[in-house]
C-alpha cells in the first residue's frame, strides 16, 4: 500500500511578518550576549599580564607567536592592547564603553578565529575559538531578525 502525503507549499513572502517563526529567537539575544561578555574577564588577566601585575603565561606566548614573532612585536603589548579590545568588547555588547557594537562583533570574530590558528598551531582544542566564533556571528542573524519581529 503506497500513502502519499499532499504538502502544501507556501511562499515565505506571502507569510505576513508578525506571523513569522522563522529564525526568530528574541529569547536568545541576551542569553548569547551575556555568554560573549564573559571575554571581558579574560582580557582583564590579559592587560594585568602586560602590565607586569600577572606572570606571563608560556602557553599563550606560544599560541600568538604566529601573529607576533613576523613583526617583531614584543608580547607584553600585545596582550595589553588585545586585552583592552577584549574588556571593551565584552562591554559594548551592552551598550557600554565607546566602542560600536559592529565593531565589537568584528573584532570578536577576528580574535577567535586566530585564537583557533593559535590553538592550532600549538596542538590545543580550536573547538572553543571556534564555537564562540559562530555565536559572534549568529548575532548578526538573530538581531536583525528580532528587529523585523518588532516592526
Same mark, same amino acid.
Given at each position: 500500500?503506497?500513502?502519499?502525503?499532499?504538502?502544501?507549499?507556501?511562499?515565505?513572502?506571502?507569510? $505576513?511578518?508578525?506571523?513569522?517563526?522563522?529564525?526568530?529567537?528574541?529569547?536568545?539575544?541576551?542569553?548569547?550576549?551575556?555568554t560573549l561578555s564573559?571575554?571581558?574577564? $579574560?582580557?582583564?588577566?590579559?592587560?594585568? %599580564?602586560?602590565?607586569?601585575?600577572?606572570?606571563?603565561?608560556?602557553?599563550?606566548?606560544?599560541?600568538? *607567536?604566529?601573529f607576533i614573532d $613576523?613583526?617583531?612585536?614584543?608580547?607584553?603589548?600585545?596582550?595589553?592592547?588585545?586585552?583592552?579590545?577584549?574588556?571593551? *568588547?565584552?562591554?559594548?555588547?551592552? @551598550?557600554?564603553? $565607546? %566602542?560600536?557594537?559592529? *565593531?565589537?562583533?568584528? @573584532?570578536?570574530?577576528?580574535?577567535?578565529?586566530?585564537?583557533?590558528? @593559535?590553538?592550532?598551531?600549538?596542538?590545543?582544542?580550536?573547538?572553543?575559538?571556534?564555537?564562540?566564533?559562530?555565536?559572534?556571528?549568529?548575532?548578526?542573524?538573530?538581531?536583525?531578525?528580532?528587529?523585523?519581529?518588532?516592526?
Amino acid at each position: 500500500i503506497l500513502f502519499s502525503f499532499q504538502v502544501k507549499k507556501r511562499s515565505l513572502s506571502k507569510i $505576513p511578518l508578525n506571523k513569522r517563526h522563522h529564525f526568530t529567537m528574541p529569547e536568545a539575544v541576551p542569553i548569547i550576549k551575556k555568554t560573549l561578555s564573559v571575554i571581558a574577564i $579574560p582580557g582583564t588577566f590579559m592587560v594585568m %599580564m602586560g602590565l607586569g601585575i600577572l606572570p606571563v603565561d608560556e602557553k599563550m606566548t606560544k599560541i600568538a *607567536a604566529p601573529f607576533i614573532d $613576523p613583526l617583531g612585536i614584543p608580547f607584553q603589548p600585545f596582550v595589553t592592547s588585545l586585552g583592552t579590545c577584549k574588556v571593551l *568588547a565584552g562591554l559594548s555588547m551592552w @551598550g557600554i564603553g $565607546p %566602542m560600536s557594537d559592529i *565593531a565589537a562583533r568584528i @573584532g570578536l570574530m577576528l580574535c577567535s578565529s586566530c585564537a583557533a590558528y @593559535g590553538h592550532h598551531v600549538v596542538g590545543d582544542n580550536v573547538i572553543p575559538p571556534i564555537l564562540y566564533f559562530g555565536l559572534v556571528s549568529s548575532l548578526f542573524v538573530l538581531d536583525k531578525s528580532t528587529k523585523e519581529k518588532k516592526v
